[in-house]
Each structure stands twice: as C-alpha cells, then as structure tokens.
C-alpha cells in the first residue's frame, strides 16, 4: 500500500510560469517531509523539507505547503526553469525514524 | 563540495551470483542508508547504519548483508541474485546520527543487472 502517492506521473509547465507538484500522504504518523529531485543517471537531491508543526517553507524559487488535516503537501516552484526539468519525489518520514519513504515521483517538463 | 560516492556504478551478474556495492558517505557524515529503486518504482528502504551499527531495517531479503567500516564506508552485499534483484541501488548519507531529522544525500546509484 502506498504510503506516499503522487498522483501525477508527469507535469508540463510553461518556463516562467508556476510548477506545482502535488502530494498525498496516508500515514498520519508521518511528521517530516521532503522534495526530491532527480536527473536521469544521478541519485536524488535534496530539495526542501518540512516539519509538520510548520505549514509552509520557503528557500528561494522553492516552495513547500503542507496541509495536515488534508494529508496534503505540494511544491511550488516560481518561476520554473528549463533545469527545473526532472523528476520530482516527495518523501516523508515518521517519529524520526530512519528510513524515508518514497512516493513514485512526477516528471516535470518545462516547455521553452 | 564532495557527494556520497557509489562503486562500481554498473555492475552485470548471472543469477545465483553475488555482489558486492559499496558506498562512501559525506566527509563527517556518520550515517549511511540503502535504498533499491526498481524499473518504475520508487525508491525503497532497505537498511541503515549509524555509528557502524544497524539503526534500522526495511525490506531488505535476507540473501543479503550489510555493514558499516571504522571509516563510514558502507557495503551492501547480495548473494544467489535473482532477476528481479536488477534494479538502481542508492546509497545515501546524513550527519547527525540516527532517528534524527537530518537530510539525505543520495549518492548516484549502482544499476545492477541480474542477467
């Protein structure tokens, strides 16, 4: 059963214009969130991360929103590049254990 | 700034055969995790190690093993491969120690193939 979803298996979006990428979450143990993202023949990046006793956090271009009673986080990316081009994974954690769990990842394109 | 480095990055293997992986962490980062990420999938937790001791275990089969050196330099190794072992295996790496909130750093991966 998958913990993590991203419904979203791919996202064209304009250069310039605002990504969002979408993410649910089922466990409500879950406390701890992070973006990923990853090139083609390369390991995941950190991108941004969230506790859940904030409800928003921003670096730069990035956004993270977490809605807890929906079970609900998105990133934002404004304005979207064209090395914004990737795979995006939305991970989360619970009770500071150590494994991160995965969600299937959603594919961003950024259109010139 | 030095990454999680991940050796050999392809590796090709009959079925039945084993394999070793190796990863060596961040400078002073003192935890390693594995992940295996197959054809579609996301990646998934296999074990962790903090402090050269196991901290955590997800689906890792038992036809494999997995340890943390004195230097923080972690191997993974797998016997009786099977097919549906061919998959991307990550290594990451954090500072900080175990059951803490700290990012991961994932290395580039070894794709082995189980042929």
């Known amino acids: 059963d998958q913990q993590v979803k991203q419904n979203s298996p791919s996202l064209s979006v304009q250069e310039g214009r605002i990504s969002i990428l979408n993410c649910d979450y089922t466990?409500?143990?879950?406390?701890?969130f992070l973006w990923y993202k990853k090139y083609p023949a390369e390991g995941p990046t950190f991108l941004i991360s969230?506790?859940?006793?904030?409800d928003k956090n921003e670096d730069g271009r990035f956004t993270v929103f977490l809605n807890k009673s929906a079970k609900h986080l998105s990133l934002h990316i404004v304005p979207s590049q064209p090395g914004d081009s990737a795979v995006y994974f939305c991970a989360a954690s619970a009770n500071r254990d150590d494994k991160i769990i995965f969600g299937k990842g959603t594919r961003l394109h950024i259109l010139p | 700034a030095a990454g999680v480095i991940q050796s050999p990055r392809h590796l090709i293997k009959e079925k039945r055969e084993t394999a070793t992986l190796k990863c060596y962490p961040i400078p002073r980062h003192d935890t390693v995790y594995w992940y295996q990420q197959g054809p579609g999938q996301d990646p998934q937790f296999l074990i962790s190690?903090?402090?050269?001791?196991?901290?955590d275990k997800g689906s890792i089969p038992d036809r494999f093993s997995a340890q943390q050196f004195s230097d923080y330099h972690s191997e993974l190794n797998m016997s009786s491969l099977e097919l549906g072992d061919s998959a991307l295996y990550f290594c990451?790496?954090?500072?900080?120690?175990?059951?803490?909130?700290?990012?991961?750093?994932f290395g580039p991966g070894t794709r082995l193939t189980v042929t």
């Open positions: 466990n409500s143990m879950f406390d701890y």
């Open positions: 990451a790496s954090s500072a900080g120690g175990s059951g803490r909130y700290y990012e991961q750093y």
């Open positions: 190690f903090y402090e050269k001791m196991q901290s």
């Open positions: 969230i506790s859940s006793i904030k």
